[in-house]
């Protein structure tokens, strides 16, 4: 009995012990990998400005990251294909533990946790049999509890939608294999979708582009707190086509195209890097780094609204004023309602994503 309650005494203590959350590391806003002068790849936390809260190193060039939601944790992931993602307690910066693609799988780079921290969601190939997979971890110890299939082929990034109970999955329908490097295998068939899943893998939703576009990758997404997703794509086809490289969906309805006019659309080489809502939820761009762009649109009636010249910019995220960007040269700025402004430039080069640590705009 004594140690029953000796037990108890001490589960209980736990349960009530304080969590060093995000504001132990400055509560920053955002996730970003990038390559420092020193040739090391870091991960860092920045605030709304740019200035960055902590850095600590990556064992390989990082593609994205999540935030645990209370914890000050993050899982980075290797530039996809990749087979590691590492936990990062970013109080103290060391890894608290290396997770390994299963034989016969490789990570898309992306993941996100569940609402209360107690999971972890991977998105996977299955190379063998050219599947898209999504792997459940335990956060408590990061052991993996098993997979589902994702609803397509080549799941790329994925959000937990503000429910807490639905998973959207970016289908991008390209097939890869590891002995192949990042050779696109399949682009006379590919077929990206959507797909909306609860968190044990039923699917409750899945939409298809037309089929003219089914060369064009469903890659990144954004979710808006009422549940609107944003999705942006990168065209497979040929280049003397320039079709919508950003899409808004609701569970239950038809996907809704977004386009510039055929000028500016021509000069983004079919590439979407990052999109992302506003704060003010009235907006949302995408990044274009091929195209040194960014656009924004409307959100309410999906019309073109600005596009802003940024050399290589490929980060996004909501910023307190409107939108927040990175680029390759080391630049931090910020869209308001007329213009692109840099904050803060940094020596490094900012990878492909802005993670924000809060959900939801």
């Known amino acids: ?17 304080p969590v060093r959350g995000w504001p132990s590391v400055g509560g920053p806003d955002f996730l970003a990998a990038a390559l ?17 809260l902590f850095s600590i190193p990556l064992p390989a060039r990082g593609h994205a990251a999540a935030a645990h939601p209370i914890k000050a944790q993050a899982v980075a992931f290797a530039r996809r294909p990749g087979t590691f993602a590492i936990v990062i307690d970013c109080e103290s910066g060391t890894v608290i533990k290396r997770l390994k693609a299963p034989k016969g799988r490789h990570f898309y780079g992306h993941g996100a946790f569940s609402a209360d921290g107690t999971q972890f969601f991977t998105t996977e190939n299955n190379y063998e049999t050219a599947d898209g997979v999504v792997g459940v ?25 503000p ?3 639905t998973l959207v999955i970016a289908n ?4 890869t294999h590891p002995e192949s490097g990042r050779t696109k295998l399949n682009l006379p068939t590919m077929q990206p979708n959507l797909t909306y899943v609860d968190l044990s893998g039923s699917i409750l939703d899945q939409v298809e582009l037309p089929p003219a576009l089914h060369k064009n990758s469903i890659r990144h997404l954004a979710v808006r707190r009422d549940g609107l997703v944003g999705f942006a794509m990168q065209w497979q ?24 006019p055929d000028t500016g659309q021509s000069t983004l080489q079919g590439y979407a890097g990052s999109i992302a809502f506003s704060a003010d939820n009235q907006s949302i761009a995408i990044t274009c780094p091929r195209g040194n762009a960014l656009h924004r649109f409307n959100v309410t009636n999906g019309t073109f609204t600005d596009a802003f010249a940024l050399e290589d910019v490929c980060g996004l995220g909501a910023g307190s004023t409107g939108l927040v960007f990175t680029t390759g040269t080391g630049a931090f700025g910020t869209l308001n309602t007329t213009r692109a402004e840099i904050s803060a430039q940094l020596n490094c080069q900012w990878d492909n994503h802005l993670i924000p640590i809060r959900s939801f705009s």
Not at 172 to 175: D, F
Not at 237 to 260: M, V
């Open 237 to 260: 086809g040929s280049q003397t086509k320039h079709p919508p490289l950003l899409g808004l969906h609701r569970q239950g309805e038809k996907p809704h195209l977004l386009s510039a």
């Open 163 to 165: 429910d807490g109970g």
């Open 172 to 175: 991008g329908g390209i097939e």
């Open 36 to 52: 420092f002068p020193d040739g090391t790849y870091r991960l860092s936390g920045l605030d709304s400005t740019g200035n960055i």
């Open 1 to 17: 009995m004594t140690s029953r309650r000796i037990f108890l005494a001490g589960l209980a203590a736990a349960s009530f012990a």
């Open 137 to 161: 971890w335990d956060v408590a110890s990061f052991a993996r509890l098993g997979e589902f299939p994702s609803g397509g082929i080549g799941p790329h990034d994925m959000r937990l939608m």
